[in-house]
């Protein structure tokens, strides 16, 4: 396979060269090139030797003299330089297959690439992967690997992701480990299922691994109100997280006896299911799973509390409204509050949005939708603007989960609305407009 150019870049190393709109990539420095993984490794070289195939079957060579790190100035018709590939698995717990209907297009395909994990973060089952594609990873040491694991115990795994390669395909990690690679693992927990003994055994299957895996995030299974044809689940309630929370503290205190670190984590949703005051930012290290929910509240509060200390007390007459979902009014709601004492004049009106759209067991701020948002708020005092969650928007930081775009809320609401990233003096600085 061969990748094509979409369009180059002005000014750039390729236009210099003579690369051109249709160009076809057949090999750098005699590497085939098949997509996006294979052009950034071998583009790392100072000195390249680029095959390329133009109009009318000919065949030219470009070489290009360069610093290790500089771009070409290529441009793709897609990110990947192919498809995305499609996940293969039907996972019990699978969000996708709860979804309700008229959602965004996009929010309905399941991926599972292992390229979306070295590029954006991603979690792959490795059930996409065969034995070709593990050793490319390895080859280009693409690290760190992000995997969701579900449980080491392969009959299990088979029976929760509906694949029957779902048990041998754990191999993987034993291989990414011995290769150097670094690994970061989930554990999406279903009550009965996977926890409990199971729990256990997967964490300490996983620390034979280390220092290879360096987290371990155990998150609770999220479960909507369209899961019409679907197994049942039973959703966390006080006493089954707060047994979760006890086995990863026991399991933490015999790793932290033997390595001296900690390496996994619960979610910030079990803790306030448990009733349980979530840990300090230093417990969390490097923060490397918050895409998981994990220490996200404990790093806002951080955040917020320490630039709050170079505040000082003034008058600002300034009435606005934020908004969340229920699992992080309480943080939001006290921060708000504590922003309020400093700030005289300053009023901050924070509305818990409840979930209609998914359900009411869905409380996280990230799938709030504009609908709600929008039927919620209506009547209320909204003050001069409304501060969004960037977290309840897709990527580009424009449009909802249910395809309302920002601009239509705002029209909806008849106040401005202004998107703010997940990050705690960001946070303190809109709520004083500057």
Request: some cysteine; overall charge negative; hydrophobic content about 40%.
């Amino acid at each position: 396979m061969s990748v094509k150019v979409y369009s180059v870049d002005k000014g750039s190393i390729a236009e210099k060269k003579g690369f051109k709109s249709g160009d076809i990539i057949l090999k750098i420095n005699g590497n085939e090139i098949n997509d996006v993984l294979d052009y950034r490794f071998y583009i790392n070289d100072k000195k390249l030797v680029i095959d390329i195939k133009r109009e009318k079957s000919l065949k030219n060579k470009i070489r290009i003299r360069k610093e290790e790190d500089e771009d070409l100035g290529l441009n793709f018709e897609t990110y990947l330089m192919d498809k995305q590939r499609h996940c293969k698995n039907k996972c019990m717990f699978c969000f996708i297959d709860q979804l309700p209907r008229g959602m965004r297009e996009s929010l309905y395909f399941k991926d599972d690439d292992s390229r979306l994990s070295f590029l954006f973060g991603n979690y792959i089952t490795l059930t996409n992967l065969n034995q070709h594609d593990v050793d490319r990873i390895i080859k280009m040491h693409i690290s760190p690997v992000n995997v969701s694991v579900h449980t080491m115990n392969p009959e299990l795994r088979v029976k929760m992701m509906g694949n029957p390669f779902a048990g041998e395909s754990l191999k993987y990690l034993k291989q990414f480990a011995d290769a150097g690679i670094k690994i970061n693992t989930q554990l999406v927990l279903c009550p009965g299922v996977n926890d409990g003994d199971e729990l256990d055994f997967s964490l300490s299957e996983l620390a034979k691994l280390y220092p290879a895996v360096q987290s371990i995030a155990a998150v609770p299974v999220g479960l909507t109100d369209h899961r019409e044809g679907l197994c049942e689940i039973n959703s966390y309630n006080k006493s089954t997280a707060n047994d979760v929370l006890s086995r990863i503290s026991v399991f933490n205190s015999h790793f932290m006896w033997y390595n001296k670190e900690i390496i996994a984590y619960a979610a910030d949703e079990f803790y306030l299911m448990a009733e349980k005051e979530i840990p300090d930012a230093d417990f969390y290290g490097e923060f490397l799973q918050l895409e998981n929910g994990v220490g996200m509240w404990a790093l806002l509060k951080s955040e917020f509390e320490d630039e709050l200390q170079n505040v000082e007390n003034r008058t600002l007459k300034r009435t606005i409204t934020t908004v969340t979902g229920e699992a992080a009014y309480p943080l939001i709601s006290s921060l708000a509050k504590q922003l309020e004492e400093k700030v005289d004049g300053l009023q901050i009106n924070v509305y818990k949005i409840i979930n209609k759209t998914f359900g009411e067991k869905i409380t996280v701020a990230g799938l709030i939708c504009g609908k709600d948002i929008a039927k919620q708020l209506s009547g209320k005092e909204l003050g001069s603007e409304i501060l969004i969650p960037s977290v309840s928007l897709r990527h580009e930081g424009d449009i909802f989960l249910d395809d309302v775009s920002v601009d239509e809320l705002s029209d909806k609401l008849g106040v401005n609305i202004k998107v703010i990233p997940n990050d705690g003096c960001e946070l303190l600085y809109a709520f004083l407009g500057e």
